[in-house]
């Protein structure tokens, strides 16, 4: 199937880069958050809110499962999703999958005063940042087919930048 699918830390652009990508390459574009939170007709702090994490994470398997059969579409997941084995061989079968790497730095810059992110809530956002990022990283590397640095470059860039690895496959 032709999907492209995007993966990585929470504030690394997946969303922004995404609905580019789609444009450049005529695709559809579907972002896994929003179609949870239309599917749950409730924002993810309040799915974390009343029902806790593991309830956000089954939505999310169900979810992923669901749209399997798409083609044609760029996918921005949420950054939880590749950390279970499952997710990630679904991933794959899906499309081309594409890690936006980003340093802590960018991304502390991107996310300091975000109070969208259940998981960054509380004390010491930074802190659960780079706990949550040394964790991820690798899993992150591991589920992907290709890397993309997204350090100092724009959206368009780097939306660029994948359409040229995907045409070039
Ligand atoms: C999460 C990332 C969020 C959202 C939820 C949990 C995570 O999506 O799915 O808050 O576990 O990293 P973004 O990566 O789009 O911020």
Not at 77 to 101: H, Q, S, W
Request: glycine fraction near 8%.
């Amino acid at each position: 199937m032709s999907n492209i699918v995007l993966i990585g830390f929470m504030g690394s652009g997946k969303t922004t880069v995404g609905k580019k990508l789609a444009v450049r390459m005529g695709y559809s574009f579907l972002d896994t958050d929003q179609y949870i939170e239309e599917q749950a007709k409730m924002k993810i702090s309040d799915i974390f809110a009343r029902q806790g994490e593991a309830a956000f994470r089954s939505l999310e398997d169900c979810m992923l499962k669901k749209i399997a059969g798409m083609d044609r579409t760029v996918v921005s997941t949420g950054g939880g999703i590749p950390m279970r084995e499952e997710n990630r061989a679904l991933l794959k079968k899906i499309g081309t999958v594409i890690y936006l790497e980003a340093s802590e730095e960018t991304l502390w810059k991107r996310l300091a005063g975000d109070h969208t992110r259940p998981l960054l809530a509380g004390a010491d956002p930074r802190g659960k940042i780079h706990a949550l990022l040394s964790e991820r990283e690798p899993v992150y590397r591991r589920a992907a087919d290709q890397v993309i640095l997204v350090d100092d470059r724009n959206a368009g860039y780097i939306a660029k930048e994948i359409e040229k690895i995907v045409k070039s496959a």
